[in-house]
Protein backbone atom coordinates (compact mmCIF):
# COMPACT_ATOMS: atom_id res chain seq x y z
CA UNK A 1 0.00 0.00 0.00
CA UNK A 2 1.55 3.37 -0.94
CA UNK A 3 0.52 5.88 1.88
CA UNK A 4 0.33 8.94 0.14
CA UNK A 5 0.34 11.96 2.59
CA UNK A 6 -2.15 15.33 2.75
CA UNK A 7 -0.19 18.12 3.55
CA UNK A 8 -3.19 19.72 4.93
CA UNK A 9 -6.31 21.68 4.73
CA UNK A 10 -6.11 25.05 2.50
CA UNK A 11 -9.02 27.17 2.29
CA UNK A 12 -10.22 28.22 -1.14
CA UNK A 13 -10.30 31.95 -0.60
CA UNK A 14 -6.49 31.65 0.08
CA UNK A 15 -5.76 30.91 -3.34
CA UNK A 16 -5.52 34.51 -4.77
CA UNK A 17 -6.54 38.00 -3.49
CA UNK A 18 -10.13 39.03 -5.13
CA UNK A 19 -13.29 40.25 -4.48
CA UNK A 20 -15.78 38.36 -5.66
CA UNK A 21 -18.92 40.03 -7.44
CA UNK A 22 -22.16 40.14 -4.90
CA UNK A 23 -24.49 36.99 -6.03
CA UNK A 24 -27.81 38.61 -6.49
CA UNK A 25 -30.71 37.72 -4.73
CA UNK A 26 -28.48 35.23 -2.38
CA UNK A 27 -29.30 34.40 1.06
CA UNK A 28 -26.58 36.34 3.05
CA UNK A 29 -26.38 33.21 5.28
CA UNK A 30 -25.33 31.50 3.06
CA UNK A 31 -23.05 33.31 1.30
CA UNK A 32 -21.01 33.81 4.69
CA UNK A 33 -21.11 30.01 5.22
CA UNK A 34 -19.31 29.60 1.89
CA UNK A 35 -16.40 32.13 2.89
CA UNK A 36 -15.51 29.18 5.15
CA UNK A 37 -15.74 25.95 2.69
CA UNK A 38 -13.04 24.03 2.22
CA UNK A 39 -11.65 21.73 0.30
CA UNK A 40 -8.68 19.24 1.27
CA UNK A 41 -7.12 17.84 -1.41
CA UNK A 42 -3.72 16.34 -2.11
CA UNK A 43 -0.59 18.27 -3.26
CA UNK A 44 -1.39 17.14 -7.24
CA UNK A 45 -4.77 18.59 -6.50
CA UNK A 46 -3.88 22.28 -5.37
CA UNK A 47 -1.17 23.11 -8.61
CA UNK A 48 -3.84 21.88 -10.76
CA UNK A 49 -6.43 24.14 -8.51
CA UNK A 50 -3.64 26.64 -8.58
CA UNK A 51 -3.36 26.56 -12.65
CA UNK A 52 -6.78 26.81 -12.52
CA UNK A 53 -6.92 30.41 -10.51
CA UNK A 54 -4.34 31.59 -12.78
CA UNK A 55 -7.00 30.71 -15.84
CA UNK A 56 -9.94 32.67 -13.81
CA UNK A 57 -7.78 35.49 -12.40
CA UNK A 58 -8.42 38.43 -15.15
CA UNK A 59 -12.15 37.76 -14.86
CA UNK A 60 -12.39 36.61 -10.84
CA UNK A 61 -13.60 39.78 -9.99
CA UNK A 62 -16.76 39.75 -12.39
CA UNK A 63 -17.66 36.38 -10.81
CA UNK A 64 -19.80 35.61 -7.88
CA UNK A 65 -18.24 32.98 -4.99
CA UNK A 66 -20.93 30.68 -5.85
CA UNK A 67 -19.76 30.92 -9.89
CA UNK A 68 -16.27 30.02 -8.76
CA UNK A 69 -16.85 26.94 -6.26
CA UNK A 70 -19.01 25.69 -9.28
CA UNK A 71 -15.79 26.00 -11.67
CA UNK A 72 -14.23 24.15 -8.88
CA UNK A 73 -16.34 21.56 -8.61
CA UNK A 74 -16.36 21.37 -12.39
CA UNK A 75 -13.07 20.70 -12.15
CA UNK A 76 -12.42 18.49 -9.57
CA UNK A 77 -15.04 15.96 -12.11
CA UNK A 78 -13.10 16.30 -14.67
CA UNK A 79 -9.91 15.41 -12.74
CA UNK A 80 -11.32 12.23 -10.71
CA UNK A 81 -8.76 9.79 -12.24
CA UNK A 82 -5.69 12.23 -11.59
CA UNK A 83 -7.03 13.55 -8.15
CA UNK A 84 -4.92 10.99 -5.32
CA UNK A 85 -6.85 12.03 -2.16
CA UNK A 86 -5.39 10.39 0.84
CA UNK A 87 -8.08 9.17 3.10
CA UNK A 88 -5.68 8.87 5.67
CA UNK A 89 -4.60 12.26 6.64
CA UNK A 90 -7.00 13.17 9.17
CA UNK A 91 -5.78 10.54 11.33
CA UNK A 92 -1.97 10.81 10.15
CA UNK A 93 -1.48 13.78 8.80
CA UNK A 94 2.83 13.70 9.25
CA UNK A 95 3.16 9.95 8.59
CA UNK A 96 4.80 9.60 11.76
CA UNK A 97 2.25 6.72 12.69
CA UNK A 98 2.68 5.02 9.02
CA UNK A 99 6.99 4.68 9.65
CA UNK A 100 5.90 3.83 13.11
CA UNK A 101 3.88 1.08 12.37
CA UNK A 102 6.21 -0.06 9.21
CA UNK A 103 8.90 -0.70 10.59
CA UNK A 104 8.03 -1.99 14.09
CA UNK A 105 6.46 -4.77 11.75
CA UNK A 106 9.18 -4.99 9.54
CA UNK A 107 11.47 -5.45 12.56
CA UNK A 108 9.02 -7.77 14.18
CA UNK A 109 9.26 -9.87 11.66
CA UNK A 110 12.63 -10.08 11.73
CA UNK A 111 13.26 -10.78 15.47
CA UNK A 112 10.44 -13.50 15.16
CA UNK A 113 12.65 -15.12 12.37
CA UNK A 114 15.32 -14.98 14.58
CA UNK A 115 13.90 -16.39 18.12
CA UNK A 116 12.52 -19.24 15.78
CA UNK A 117 16.15 -20.53 14.48
CA UNK A 118 17.37 -19.84 18.35
CA UNK A 119 14.34 -21.98 19.22
CA UNK A 120 15.17 -24.93 16.64
CA UNK A 121 18.99 -25.23 17.61
CA UNK A 122 18.47 -25.10 21.30
CA UNK A 123 19.19 -28.57 21.88
CA UNK A 124 22.17 -28.47 20.18
CA UNK A 125 23.35 -25.16 21.55
CA UNK A 126 22.97 -26.94 25.32
CA UNK A 127 25.60 -29.75 23.73
CA UNK A 128 27.75 -27.19 22.81
CA UNK A 129 27.95 -25.62 26.24
CA UNK A 130 27.67 -28.60 28.15
CA UNK A 131 30.76 -30.19 25.81
CA UNK A 132 34.06 -31.63 27.63
CA UNK A 133 35.93 -29.74 25.56
CA UNK A 134 35.71 -26.18 24.42
CA UNK A 135 32.28 -25.04 22.79
CA UNK A 136 33.75 -23.96 19.68
CA UNK A 137 35.91 -27.01 19.12
CA UNK A 138 32.81 -29.34 19.85
CA UNK A 139 30.88 -27.73 17.18
CA UNK A 140 33.83 -28.18 14.72
CA UNK A 141 34.32 -31.26 15.47
CA UNK A 142 30.87 -32.81 15.64
CA UNK A 143 29.65 -30.95 11.96
CA UNK A 144 32.97 -30.00 10.18
CA UNK A 145 35.44 -32.58 10.89
CA UNK A 146 34.86 -36.27 9.90
CA UNK A 147 38.00 -37.43 11.34
CA UNK A 148 36.81 -35.62 15.17
CA UNK A 149 35.43 -38.31 17.32
CA UNK A 150 32.82 -35.85 17.73
CA UNK A 151 31.74 -36.05 13.79
CA UNK A 152 27.83 -37.03 13.30
CA UNK A 153 27.77 -38.38 9.66
CA UNK A 154 24.35 -38.79 10.14
CA UNK A 155 23.04 -35.67 9.25
CA UNK A 156 23.30 -34.44 5.59
CA UNK A 157 26.54 -32.00 4.71
CA UNK A 158 24.53 -28.85 3.97
CA UNK A 159 22.56 -28.94 6.87
CA UNK A 160 25.39 -29.87 9.02
CA UNK A 161 26.99 -26.94 7.52
CA UNK A 162 24.32 -24.52 8.57
CA UNK A 163 24.40 -26.25 11.85
CA UNK A 164 27.91 -25.20 12.75
CA UNK A 165 27.02 -21.40 11.26
CA UNK A 166 24.17 -20.85 13.42
CA UNK A 167 25.28 -22.41 16.07
CA UNK A 168 28.82 -20.44 16.09
CA UNK A 169 26.97 -17.07 16.05
CA UNK A 170 24.61 -18.00 19.05
CA UNK A 171 27.81 -18.98 21.08
CA UNK A 172 29.29 -15.98 20.13
CA UNK A 173 26.90 -13.66 20.29
CA UNK A 174 26.61 -12.40 16.68
CA UNK A 175 23.41 -12.49 14.28
CA UNK A 176 22.13 -15.85 13.03
CA UNK A 177 21.46 -15.93 9.33
CA UNK A 178 17.98 -15.24 8.85
CA UNK A 179 17.67 -17.32 5.89
CA UNK A 180 17.97 -20.89 7.53
CA UNK A 181 15.66 -23.33 5.15
CA UNK A 182 16.01 -25.91 7.96
CA UNK A 183 15.18 -23.82 11.01
CA UNK A 184 12.19 -22.46 9.17
CA UNK A 185 11.18 -24.80 7.19
CA UNK A 186 7.95 -25.93 9.91
CA UNK A 187 7.03 -22.16 9.38
CA UNK A 188 6.88 -21.96 5.49
CA UNK A 189 10.40 -21.21 4.96
CA UNK A 190 12.86 -17.86 4.77
CA UNK A 191 10.59 -14.65 4.06
CA UNK A 192 11.78 -12.60 1.04
CA UNK A 193 12.23 -9.04 1.19
CA UNK A 194 9.57 -8.21 -1.14
CA UNK A 195 7.00 -10.59 1.48
CA UNK A 196 8.45 -8.80 4.52
CA UNK A 197 7.21 -5.65 3.26
CA UNK A 198 4.03 -6.45 1.78
CA UNK A 199 3.17 -7.95 5.22
CA UNK A 200 4.68 -4.59 6.71
CA UNK A 201 2.64 -2.52 4.49
CA UNK A 202 -0.55 -4.27 5.37
CA UNK A 203 -0.05 -3.86 8.75
CA UNK A 204 0.40 0.05 8.12
CA UNK A 205 -2.95 -0.25 6.42
CA UNK A 206 -4.87 -2.05 9.00
CA UNK A 207 -3.31 0.89 11.94
CA UNK A 208 -4.71 3.24 9.74
CA UNK A 209 -7.64 1.77 8.83
CA UNK A 210 -8.48 0.77 13.10
CA UNK A 211 -8.07 4.95 13.77
CA UNK A 212 -10.17 5.84 11.05
CA UNK A 213 -12.51 3.27 12.52
CA UNK A 214 -12.25 5.06 15.71
CA UNK A 215 -12.70 8.27 14.97
CA UNK A 216 -15.85 7.49 13.00
CA UNK A 217 -17.31 5.72 16.11
CA UNK A 218 -15.94 8.63 18.57
Known amino acids: MNVTLNPGNRQISS ?7 VAEEKDKTRAATSDRDQVTISQEGRNHLEALADKVESQINTMTKEDFMGMVDQWKSESQTKLEVDPYWSVDPDGSIARKTYFESYLGQLKETEDTIKSYYADA ?15 SGKYLCDWSDYFDSSIPTQ ?4 THHQLRAMLTDTH ?19 EMDSIAKQAVKDKLDALLKEGEIS
Open 125 to 139: YEEAVSAPINSLAFI
Open 176 to 194: VALNDPYALAASGGPKTVD
Open 15 to 21: IRTAHFA
Open 159 to 162: ERQW
